[in-house]
């Protein structure tokens, strides 16, 4: 939604869809067979992809190579490409649907590029993804959180160039009330010869958390309503509306746990949907990342088993659900329904793809290989999790400078200027010499924004023992495995390090008592509760993301100023980087006062 005119052109879309469906019947859910087996069966595939993050091409743009990781996973649209038309072709005149849950324009530096250095808005230029998945055909694409990180003008015109239908039930007009995406869609599929006409129900659910994480693009102009909620209320009327079976494509992970309060509506709450919305056959998700090939769950009303799958990341896995379908008395019934997963290591390039793309990979490419300034001596986020390092100093000095600067003549330059970072990337380096464009975006992979906000000392050391629960608690004198020293629970993104006050972390002590020293930088003074501190952070921590305490609150500092931006312009300037010039020291693990490092 980015006008009144987008607005109604998808409501008329979703009335559409409706009145393109046979008249209004009484719906069921595709339940298990009669006791009467019938004397032939159809059968019907969905594929389904998500989380694909701009990737089209097997390529880290960070590395300037092909991609590879430990386990040798290959990435991109250009390979699911290859894997769907493969299962096209074996399955020549059945039906074959193909589906993403979202995440989908947001993750790569081409896909930055096209949304920030020569944006599709300014251009009018198809985007890349756009390009990719309207030759492969979906058959819709769900929204995910990331679709709005780039502001609603560029998310509607992606949507105009897509092929196909972008859905989004619980993404609601602020203004209106009413859907400001399309719902979902009734697609009439024929099983193959002589067989009655099949109406598939599609019903699109995008995260909740867009609120929280895109709250500068969308607040006062949508809302997001709670995915359980809105699969209650769509799927009888999708029923009602001729649909014989129900797939959901929801950018929603199944944990039933948010990474966010509770203010908001569930995160991750694919399976509560299928254990309490009736009437679904199938759950396609995405949005935690995970290989989930078959899941089974129950519903709690109906006894019937919904089957879910997501299929991983970036491109990695394609998801195949195949369902086997039989008709008596005018209705279809579902007799098996099963899921796999495919791995793209599998398979080659779809060169159709790779074609339509190529040059706007080419142009990314040469983007990313500008030398930017020259690196003193080799710095790495190897160590970030764990030490205080230069490279994360980087970003920390870079962001206090740029709010300090800011802040002058206000009535808060005098206060002392803290800055958070996260270890982003485990693997990122500043090679020593030439820095490139895609050395500064592997250290920093994410779009986020510079904020600034005010901070008690209070404030700064319950965020502080909230940041340390990242670590497992270690008794002094346990060995001690770096790889194995954080919470695997918790992301590397949900760990922040401050800069700006000295502090100690205990990791021999319990959750909420960690901080064991807290002074004023440089010095042996305790930092007082009543203290006040200017906290530079990135947009999506300020926003509520990862629910850390007390940062939640007006901003003092809000430029929309991107921090990669903001890094890459910092080093150009000065044309060198040099630990010199920015590491301080200021924190430690330690146990029992002795560090563990």
């Known amino acids: 939604m980015t006008s009144s005119s987008g607005a109604s052109r998808r409501q008329v879309l979703a009335v559409a869809a409706a009145a393109a469906t046979a008249p209004l019947i009484a719906g069921a859910p595709a339940q298990a067979a009669a006791s009467t087996k019938p004397s032939r069966t159809w059968d019907l595939t969905l594929l389904g992809t998500s989380d694909t993050h701009g990737n089209v091409y097997n390529w880290d743009y960070y590395r300037d190579a092909e991609y590879d990781d430990s386990k040798h996973n290959d990435i991109g649209v250009a390979k699911l490409a290859t894997l769907i038309n493969q299962i096209r072709a074996e399955r020549r005149g059945k039906a074959t649907l193909v589906l993403d849950a979202g995440d989908t324009i947001q993750g790569t530096p081409l896909a930055t590029f096209y949304a920030k250095q020569e944006p599709i808005t300014a251009t009018g230029e198809k985007h890349p993804m756009a390009r990719a998945m309207n030759i492969i055909d979906y058959d819709a694409v769900t929204l995910g959180n990331h679709e709005f990180n ?21 993404a609601i007009n602020a203004k209106t009330g009413k859907p400001a995406f399309l719902p979902y869609v009734i697609k009439k599929v024929s099983l193959g010869f002589a067989a009655p006409t099949l109406r598939v129900g599609i019903l699109g659910l995008t995260n909740p958390g867009v609120a929280i994480w895109d709250k500068g693009n969308v607040e006062g102009k949508l809302r997001f309503d709670d995915m359980i909620a809105t699969a209650a209320k769509y799927v009888p009327v999708m029923r009602a509306r001729g649909a014989d079976i129900v797939l959901i494509s929801a950018h929603g992970g199944d944990s039933g746990t948010s990474s966010y309060g509770p203010e908001l509506p569930n995160e991750n709450p694919v399976a509560l949907i299928a254990q309490q919305v009736p009437g679904i056959d199938a759950i396609l998700f995405g949005h935690a990342h995970n290989e989930v090939v078959e899941k089974f769950v129950t519903n709690e009303r109906t006894g019937a088993q919904v089957l879910l799958s997501e299929p991983s990341r970036w491109g990695q896995r394609l998801t195949r659900m195949d369902f086997t379908l039989a008709r008596a008395h005018g209705r279809w019934t579902i007799t098996k329904k099963s899921a796999t997963m495919l791995n793209t290591n599998t398979v080659v390039e779809d060169p159709k793809v790779v074609a339509a793309v190529r040059a706007q990979h080419q142009k990314t490419v040469a983007y990313v290989n500008q030398v930017v300034a020259q690196a003193s001596v080799e710095m790495s986020t190897v160590e970030s999790r764990y030490k205080d390092t230069p490279i994360l100093d980087f970003i920390n ?8 600067k800011a802040l002058a003549g206000t009535s808060y330059a005098s206060l002392p200027v803290l800055s958070q970072a996260s270890p982003f990337s485990r693997t990122a380096v500043f090679p020593s010499g030439d820095v490139k ?33 990242y670590f497992r608690t270690l008794a002094p004198g346990a060995p001690v495995d770096p790889e194995q020293i954080n919470d695997t629970s918790i992301p590397d993104y949900n760990y922040d390090a401050l800069s700006g006050v000295d502090y100690d972390i205990d990791i021999s002590k319990p959750v909420g008592q960690r901080i064991t020293r807290l002074v004023l930088a440089g010095t042996d003074t305790p930092v007082a509760d009543d203290a006040q501190f200017v906290v530079a952070v990135n947009n999506y921590r300020r926003s509520g993301g990862g629910n850390f305490p007390g940062i939640v609150k007006t901003q003092v500092y809000n430029e929309q100023q991107e921090i990669r931006q903001l890094l890459i312009d910092w080093a150009q300037e000065k044309g060198v980087i040099d630990p010199a010039d920015f590491f301080q020291p200021n924190w430690k693990l330690v146990r029992e006062g002795v560090p563990v490092f």
């Not at 000095?397 to 740029?402: F, K, N, R, S, Y």
């Open 437 to 469: 464009i895609r050395d500064v975006a592997g250290l920093y992979v994410y779009d986020n924004t510079l904020e600034a906000v005010v901070l008690s000392g209070a404030e700064v050391r319950a965020y502080l023992e909230y940041s340390a629960r």
């Open 150 to 170: 780039y502001g609603l003008p560029l998310l509607d015109l992606w949507i105009r160039q897509l092929g196909f239908p972008a859905l989004a039930a619980n």
């Open 397 to 404: 000095h870079v962001q206090a400078e740029t709010v300090t």
